[in-house]
T-cell receptor, first 112, second 113 residues
């Protein structure tokens, strides 16, 4: 069964560094999403992406964040200058239309 | 999206049915009820969704009241692997929300041997 994959599974970075989290959505899906979950807290929506542009973004998704679909398969989340409070699990999701979403296993980002 | 309310935690014995309630009294006519679960720190997993009619799939059944103000997710024969946080989400799928899911705290279901 096709699934969403994410790399790396764990990323450790120093405050102020740039990180890129990578996702490979399911191949025929058209809508892509990033969510994050700070330890012990709720899953929070960051951004949705369709037709090569951002459809919707949350207040969390400020100028430090960007998303890109650089080729036909990858979907990336870049954090330009990481802060301690960016430490969280980051989940990518996709769906073929605006129905149920399929989530990846997540990337644990630790900012030191 | 309509707000949903779920009990913070529930217990269930292995092999018995787990019935997880959800209130969504402000749900609008074009909002679906979606259920997801999250096992430990894994990515959320889609379970089932419905609009008005009861639904069943290989994982669970969803019972929606006639007035659509509440619903119940039923896991017919719970196993230890069903221990997870279960989220009930009202989503305007296909509407202007572009599929953004708003997660609450969910219900922590613990299945006991």
């Amino acid at each position: 069964e096709p699934e969403v994959t994410q790399t790396p599974s764990h990323q450790v970075t120093q405050m102020g560094q740039e990180v890129i989290l990578r996702c490979v959505p399911i191949s025929n899906h058209l809508y892509f999403y990033w969510y994050r979950q700070i330890l012990g807290q709720k899953v929070e929506f960051l951004v949705s992406f369709y037709n090569n542009e951002i459809s919707e973004k949350s207040e969390i998704f400020d100028d430090q964040f960007s998303v890109e679909r650089p080729d036909g398969s990858n979907f990336t989340l870049k954090i330009r200058s990481t802060k301690l409070e960016d430490s969280a699990m980051y989940f990518c999701a996709s769906n073929p239309d605006r129905g149920e979403q399929y989530f990846g296993p997540g990337t644990r980002l630790t900012v030191t | 999206d309509a707000k949903t309310t779920q009990p913070p935690s529930m217990d269930c014995a292995e092999g018995r049915a787990a019935n997880l309630p959800c209130n969504h009294s402000t749900i609008s006519g074009n909002e679906y009820v979606y259920w997801y679960r999250q096992i430990h720190s894994q990515g959320p997993q889609y379970i089932i969704h419905g609009l008005k009619n009861n639904e069943t799939n290989e994982m669970a059944s969803l019972i929606i009241t006639e007035d659509r103000k509440s619903s119940t997710l039923i896991l017919p024969h719970a196993t230890l692997r069903d221990t997870a946080v279960y989220y009930c989400i009202a989503d305007n799928a296909g509407g202007t929300s572009y599929g953004k899911l708003t997660f609450g705290q969910g219900t922590i279901l613990t299945v006991h041997p």
